[in-house]
């Protein structure tokens, strides 16, 4: 089992930045891939980035790439998601997940294959 719970997110101006953490508990977080999604009010949750338990690849929307890092510290049991040059579309819940499958491909962008969820960040990007 593992419980992942995000913090970090909140209101900032067009253009400002924002770091999401993850904590995640239970021994073997460091099996697993970890992938952050977001949802805005309204629309389906759609993938923004994601990465293996080895950390030596890395995921990304177009939406977000250049101005997104995602990034894990298994000895913390933590992952991050560095946002940068936010922009108002960026606004949505973000939700940090887990997949202790052997992800390829298009699973990577599919919720689906993700076993565990956080509760959501909002964050919330002002023009």
């Known amino acids: 089992q593992v419980q992942l719970v995000e913090s970090g997110g909140g209101l900032v101006q067009a253009g400002g930045s924002l770091r999401l953490s993850c904590a995640a508990s239970?021994?073997?977080?460091?099996?697993?891939?970890v992938g952050w999604f977001r949802q805005a009010p309204g629309k389906e949750r759609d993938f923004v980035a994601a990465?293996?338990?080895?950390?030596?690849?890395?995921r990304y929307a177009d939406s977000v790439k250049g101005r997104f890092t995602i990034s894990r510290d298994n000895a913390k049991n933590t992952v991050y998601l560095q946002m940068n040059s936010l922009k108002p579309e960026d606004t949505a819940a973000y939700y940090c997940?887990?997949?202790?499958?052997?992800?390829?491909?298009?699973?990577?962008?599919?919720?689906?294959?993700?076993?565990?969820w956080g509760q959501g960040t909002q964050v919330t990007v002002s023009s």
């Open positions: 239970g021994r073997t977080f460091s099996s697993y891939a």
């Open positions: 990465m293996p338990w080895s950390g030596d690849i890395t």
């Open positions: 997940a887990a997949s202790g499958r052997a992800l390829y491909g298009t699973t990577w962008y599919n919720s689906g294959y993700y076993d565990y």
